[in-house]
T-cell receptor
Framework: AQSVTQLGSHVSVSEGALVLLRCNYS??????LFWYVQYPNQGLQLLLK??????LVKGINGFEAEFKKSETSFHLTKPSAHMSDAAEYFC?????????????FGKGTKLSVKP | NAGVTQTPKFRVLKTGQSMTLLCAQD?????MYWYRQDPGMGLRLIHY???????AKGEVPDGYNVSRLKKQNFLLGLESAAPSQTSVYFC?????????????FGPGTRLTVL
């Protein structure tokens, strides 16, 4: 069965510092992988996704993620954090098991950005 | 386009009461989903629909029912609310299957069951 693990429920960085949010997945078939962001009191919105092709995926707001099959990872990075990046971030993997055609979400990582 | 809208935004119920949450999308999407979000649990899929008139169970369907009578609307019903159903509920839609396509989320409904 597919699963997603996000390492660290809370991450705090200083403004201008590197943002690194970790995501590891488990999948018996080539996965599709997503990062969604949730700003306070809002729904989720797509940051970026990997389906096929280039393993380095660029998303909105300067974020990018790299699919590493050998490490079963899809970590999210941004070179320089901005105060507006404070939000909760969810990694998700395609579900080929129970609810076929849907996503399994990780438990989320809340990012805080200090001035 | 309004995107995905949810009604109501907040609701407080007593144990045993019933209610219906309405989700509407104006993007002509085939697929629609209901999730619940609980602290430290991420999002869990309750039910989903692959088209008008069809619904299917997700990861946590017990205690909920759904209907998709019109393509643009997806209703989530609680027949007899329980405190364990206190949560934030999100509706989402996608043009294609979520396994490869972008899901668009509504703003959420915060439900408290006393």
């Amino acid at each position: 069965a597919q699963s997603v693990t996000q390492l660290g429920s809370h991450v705090s960085v200083s403004e201008g510092a590197l943002v690194l949010l970790r995501c590891n997945y488990s999948s018996s078939v080539p996965p599709y992988l997503f990062w969604y962001v949730q700003y306070p009191n809002q729904g989720l919105q797509l940051l970026l996704k990997y389906t096929t092709g280039a393993t380095l995926v660029k998303g909105i707001n300067g974020f990018e993620a790299e699919f590493k099959k050998s490490e079963t990872s899809f970590h999210l990075t941004k070179p320089s954090a901005h105060m507006s990046d404070a939000a909760e971030y969810f990694c998700a993997v395609s579900d080929y098991g129970g609810s076929q055609g849907n996503l399994i979400f990780g438990k989320g990582t809340k990012l805080s950005v200090k001035p | 386009n309004a995107g995905v809208t949810q009604t109501p935004k907040f609701r407080v119920l007593k144990t045993g009461q019933s209610m219906t949450l309405l989700c509407a999308q104006d993007m002509n999407h085939e697929y629609m989903y209901w999730y619940r979000q609980d602290p430290g649990m991420g999002l869990r899929l309750i039910h989903y629909s692959v088209g008008e008139g069809t619904t299917a169970k997700g990861e946590v369907p017990d205690g909920y029912n759904v209907s998709r009578l019109k393509k643009q609307n997806f209703l989530l019903g609680l027949e007899s609310a329980a405190p364990s159903q206190t949560s934030v509920y999100f509706c989402a839609s996608s043009l294609l299957q979520a396994v490869s396509d972008t899901q668009y989320f509504g703003p959420g409904t915060r439900l408290t069951v006393l």
